[in-house]
């Protein structure tokens, strides 16, 4: 490759973001760096007990710049010089009200601490009665509008958003112009967009969240009489989204003088155009035709690609979205996921830390913080001592509404079984064969709609912290689970966009081999637990039936 050339894969999560700077010859990694969202963090502009969860652009802003420049002083200014790209993942939907210029509100004076002007957080519900009206509306049509999108609309994603946004706030209803997600106003920051016309937006989150398909027309949406009738303050906007959608192995530009000399980079840096945390994970997890890509941590990302001559006539219902391009360029890329999956596990920890979080003032923060840290490996390796049990306690993961399969964002968590003997670690072993149950269902579902599911590929914290989990994962699924070898594989895939972007490689297949690090461990299913949980799965699905439909 002659000159040694970088490219830096920028990750934005749900707690923090973090840049990795890779060789783009072999993916080693030069550096890497982490920024906490201190607002965030404080638990500023959300409101959980309303489902409302916002965050800060000035949070983005800190932490994109804090940790590029973090991963180049730890290279060194020789590698420095040869950093060829960077592309960025973010999670979704997580889109801002911004103005004409391209600017979210929260970043404008009168509206820095308005929640309605920050950016909506994927995990933020306060949109469900727009979304029921939509899934309500949509049926109206000759055109299956939903049809893209497993046939359900969720109160997680673009629309539903939008709506619920300027319904509640008139200020921020008259300053808005368009609505964009955070995985494309990054790369227009970093390019120096100037007007919203100026934006490459990417066909991952048009596509997945914003009823983006070219099947609708010109314009890629569907006719701005579909969004009027539905509710006039959503006449015109899509006009100021743009008819174009672009896969992630493009170039949204180069980096702007502003931020080449904030960064200490030069103007000639591609910035790729942007996609979601899970669709770029899943590249970095080297995923594979029909093997589906779990990324766990806060939630679960499923993701599965299918070359699109095998899913003509194919449409999986009850799913996050099947579109052309937005994983792998010339693959059908499929998502679905669970609402809660590590924050269940987080909710349970929280809930007995609670005596120590408010009684245990004499301790020392540092001591409480390291005993609360203990808690999920303690209640891990208790459980899975445990005997098989047939009749143990029996949980239902809806702790944060459903997502897959068929989206329904108003459904509540279960437990029961319980009696005087249940203590902690039965309950968390209940907990965790839940989310094990509820990722069943997504590969159930994939399979009873045409679309085989080969084999599993675990990426993320979970993934890699907790065999335990993994195990009982295998065991219920009854097949394999791979987990990929970098704890990064979100901005990993950010790297590989990038270095494709830039032309290093023609296509993201190769910046896959050559980038990829592998796998270090196979989880593989215990044959004695798997009969077991095939009865207990049957118990989970009457149980999860029993409560969509009777409780309220």
């Known amino acids: 490759m002659g000159q040694e050339k970088y490219v830096i894969g920028v990750d934005y999560g749900t707690d923090s973001v973090r840049s990795l700077l890779v060789n783009a010859a072999d993916g080693s990694e030069i550096a890497s760096a982490v920024f906490y969202y201190p607002r965030w963090k404080d638990g500023l502009f959300c409101n959980p007990a309303d489902n409302r969860f916002r965050q800060h652009p000035l949070d983005y802003v800190e932490g994109l710049e804090q940790t590029i420049k973090s991963c180049l002083a730890k ?18 939907s997580t889109p801002v009200a911004v103005d004409e210029t391209g600017t979210p509100l929260g970043l404008l004076p009168g509206f820095e601490q308005n929640p309605n002007a920050l950016f909506v957080l994927w995990k933020d519900h306060t949109g469900v009665k727009e ?73 991952c989150s048009a596509g997945h969240k914003a009823l983006f398909s070219k099947e609708f027309g010109p314009s890629g949406f569907p006719p701005d009489e579909f969004f009027a009738t539905l509710d006039p303050l ?3 906007f899509t006009e100021r989204l743009g008819s174009e959608a672009y896969p992630a192995d493009q170039a949204a530009g180069k980096l702007s003088p502003e931020w080449a000399s904030r960064l200490g980079l030069s103007t000639d840096v591609t910035v790729g155009v942007g996609a979601f945390d899970a669709h770029m994970g899943a590249v970095g997890g080297q995923i594979e035709p029909y093997h ?19 899913m003509e006539g194919k449409l999986v219902k009850g799913i996050c979205g099947q579109v052309p391009g937005s994983v792998i360029p010339g693959m059908l890329g499929m998502e679905a996921g669970q609402s809660a999956f590590g924050d269940a596990y987080a909710w349970f920890r929280n809930l007995l830390s609670w005596p120590l979080q408010q009684l245990g003032s004499s301790l020392p923060k540092e001591q409480i913080d390291a005993i609360i840290d203990k808690i999920i490996p303690e209640l891990s390796r208790q459980a899975a001592a445990l005997p098989d049990d047939p009749q143990a306690e029996l949980a239902v993961d809806w702790f944060n509404g459903r997502r897959t399969p068929d989206a329904n964002q108003l459904l509540k968590g279960a437990i029961t079984g319980i009696d005087l003997g249940s203590d902690a670690p039965r309950l968390f072993k209940a907990i965790v064969e839940a989310t094990c149950f509820g990722a069943k269902t997504i590969v159930d579902r994939f399979n009873s709609e045409g679309v085989t599911v080969r084999g599993l590929i675990g990426l993320g914290g979970v993934a890699k912290k907790s065999p335990f989990i993994m195990q009982m994962m295998a065991d219920v699924m009854n097949m394999p689970i791979r987990i990929h070898k970098s704890e ?32 270090d461990a196979t989880y593989t299913p215990n044959p004695a637990r798997v009969a077991l949980y095939a009865e207990r799965f049957k118990a989970y699905t009457q149980l999860g039936s029993y409560i969509e439909t009777t409780v309220q």
């Open 292 to 310: 589906l890509s779990k990324v766990m941590g806060t939630s679960t990302c499923d993701m599965l690609v299918a070359p699109l001559k095998e």
């Open 131 to 203: 979304a029921a009206e939509i899934n309500a509306h949509a049926t109206k049509f000759p055109v299956n509008y939903l049809q893209f999108v497993g046939g359900i609309y969720s109160s997680e994603w673009f629309w539903a958003k939008l709506l619920h946004i300027l319904r509640v706030d008139s200020e921020v209803r008259k300053a808005c112009y368009s609505w964009v997600e955070h995985c494309d106003w990054i790369p227009f920051l970093l390019t120096g967009g100037k007007h919203i016309k100026d934006m490459k937006r990417g066909i």
């Open 234 to 236: 959503l006449k015109g």
């Open 75 to 92: 290279a060194g200014p020789a590698i420095a010089a040869g950093v060829k790209a960077i592309s960025i993942d973010t999670t979704g």
């Open 488 to 519: 990064q594989t979100c901005a990993l895939g950010a790297a590989m966009f990038a270095a494709t972007a830039a032309g290093i490689y023609p296509k993201v297949e190769d910046a896959m081999a050559a980038i990829g690090q592998g796998f």
